[in-house]
């Protein structure tokens, strides 16, 4: 199973840009997704990408995220654009070892990485 290492989170304004990093060791699988959990809420999905460069996104960020991944570097990215107080969050890459994508859901998705920190003040 890949090892994944998050990078890329830091702290900015509310209509900032970052872009989060995912490097799998090992190997690119073929569904993986950004996941983010704020304090005292549930994790939950982001945005999601399978083989073929098929995308899912929550529909809070829908315009604003991006997902996209490097084959040749093994690399999953989310560049995250007009940025708000409450995308604030840990962010989490994760992966489904299947074929195809399952529901955007935390329990559907497995080895999930050390997580990287946005904050975004207003």
């Known amino acids: 199973q890949a090892q994944l290492v998050e990078s890329g989170g830091g702290s900015v304004q509310a209509g900032g840009s970052l872009r989060l990093s995912c490097a799998a060791v090992g190997y690119m699988p073929h569904c993986m997704g950004w996941f983010r959990q704020a304090p005292g809420k549930e994790r939950e999905g982001v945005a999601m990408?399978?083989?073929?460069?098929?995308?899912k996104y929550l529909d809070s960020v829908k315009g604003r995220f991006t997902i996209s991944k490097d084959i040749v570097k093994n690399t999953l990215y989310l560049q995250m654009n007009s940025l708000k107080p409450e995308d604030t969050a840990m962010y989490y890459c994760?992966?489904?070892?299947?074929?195809?994508?399952?529901?955007?859901?935390?329990?559907?998705?497995?080895?999930w990485g050390q997580g990287t920190q946005v904050t975004v003040s207003s």
């Open positions: 990408i399978g083989d073929g460069g098929s995308t």
């Open positions: 994760a992966v489904r070892l299947s074929v195809t994508c399952p529901p955007m859901e935390p329990p559907y998705f497995s080895g």
